[in-house]
């Protein structure tokens, strides 16, 4: 089984996998596919393509639906980076209340002064600034990274407000108990004084930060965003930014019209650039990748429902990616007829568009068999494990 990566990945990543797979730098026809930032809305994709496996949580760059229609499954590895990306969101805090980076570029300017010491004290409060104790932040999206700069900022001593309508109960008791949860914005946009997004790119999500917002929001707010630059809308930013609503606007996401503006405190994407982070996230994407090869198992997939399989008991197990249509469900049914008594498991799962199947079968699978299933419209892949 070839495994190709488009990105450099964690060599401890690809150590995790076993000697069934082969590691190679060739990338033009791979079965498996590892991924962090490049470009796949480009790629060809070629018949052999089984999976791609994103080694981070965020997929923008890679067509779901246009691997999904090949019966390319597409996992991500949520969490695996959270620690540090909250680690930065604490950093960026204590960066922005303390003007850090103000009184260190001070002190490169003024270094040929043999009297720096004496001179500091006279400089020193232009970058005074503030303690985050006792200070309310607002975060938006309550998931792994989320839920952790919730607690953080908890343990910090910050009153933490939490919004996610979204959020599992697992995740809610992963929270301290005295973080609250309040889904009505517009009670905590007044009253924060830093606000943290962690939500996802939607339609719904896009410019969800904008100039209506920010009238809401507390005069001198601290913004961090360390999701995705389209959930805050540039032009409305810098008028935020000019008024003072917005005191500092951290980012890990600066295009080019942020990163010209002033009170703007901006990373090179440097969130999940930790060697563990890096390390966490190519190990989970490997394991994932061989849990669907050798089980079928779908585990953290973005574009096919996930589906928790056991090792294969019988003599073989089908695989099905197809369409999520009823009359496709009911071929397959009709296909499965003359051995339906050599079925011994089945399995079906659907998520939007498409839908999932498995059969565990106690003889080998007739090759008629395989073929009849390949033609039926609307099936993207059959695979015998």
């Known amino acids: 089984m070839k495994v190709s990566c488009l990105n450099k990945i964690s060599p401890i990543g ?31 994709i070629n018949e052999n393509l089984l999976a791609v496996a994103r080694a981070g949580a965020g997929v923008n ?43 260190i570029d001070w002190v490169k300017n003024n270094k040929s002064d043999k009297d720096i010491l004496k001179s500091i004290e006279k400089a020193k409060s232009a970058f005074a600034g503030n303690e985050i104790l ?10 792994a990274i989320g839920g952790k700069v919730a607690n953080a900022c908890d343990s910090l001593g910050l009153k933490v ?29 007044p009253i924060a004084d830093y606000i943290s997004l962690h939500l996802p790119l ?53 295009d080019y019209y942020v990163a010209n503006l002033e009170n703007v405190i901006a990373f090179p994407h440097l969130g999940a650039s930790t060697e563990e982070s890096e390390d966490n996230c190519a190990i989970m994407a490997a394991k994932q990748l061989m849990a669907y090869i050798e089980k ?25 990616l197809a369409k999520n249509q009823p009359s496709i469900a009911r071929e397959i049914a009709k296909a499965f007829v003359d051995i339906e008594q050599h079925i011994k498991a089945k399995m079906s799962k659907v998520r939007g568009e498409h839908a999932f199947y498995a059969f565990d079968i106690d003889q080998d699978i ?13 099936i993207n892949r059959v695979r015998v494990i």
């Open 296 to 320: 079928g198992e779908i585990i953290n997939s973005v574009n096919y429902p996930n589906v928790n399989l056991d090792t294969c008991a019988t003599k073989a197990r089908m695989i099905i």
């Open 161 to 189: 407000i939490g919004y996610d309508p979204y959020i599992s109960d697992e995740a809610k008791n992963l929270l301290n108990p005295s973080v609250e949860i309040n889904n009505k914005l517009e009670e905590s946009y």
């Open 61 to 103: 760059n890679i067509p779901l639906e246009k691997m999904a229609d090949a019966g390319v499954v597409v996992f991500n590895t949520p969490g695996a980076n959270s620690n540090g990306v909250k680690e930065l969101v604490i950093a960026s805090m204590l960066m922005s209340a303390r003007d850090l980076i103000g009184g």
């Open 14 to 44: 690809l150590n995790a996998f076993t000697s069934k797979y082969e590691i190679s730098k060739d990338i033009s026809n791979p079965d498996l596919l590892m991924v962090r930032s490049f470009n796949m809305h480009n790629y060809l």
């Open 134 to 143: 006792g200070k309310t932040i607002l975060v938006i999206g309550l998931g």
């Open 366 to 378: 007739p090759l008629a068999l395989i073929n009849a299933i390949e033609h039926i419209e609307g």
């Open 202 to 254: 939607l339609d719904s999500t896009m410019h969800m930060i904008n100039q209506s917002i920010f009238n809401q929001m507390k005069p001198g707010v601290v913004l961090l965003n360390f999701s995705r630059d389209l959930l805050v809308k540039d032009e409305d930013l810098k008028i935020a930014l000019e008024a003072k609503i917005v005191k500092k606007y951290i980012t890990d996401f600066p």
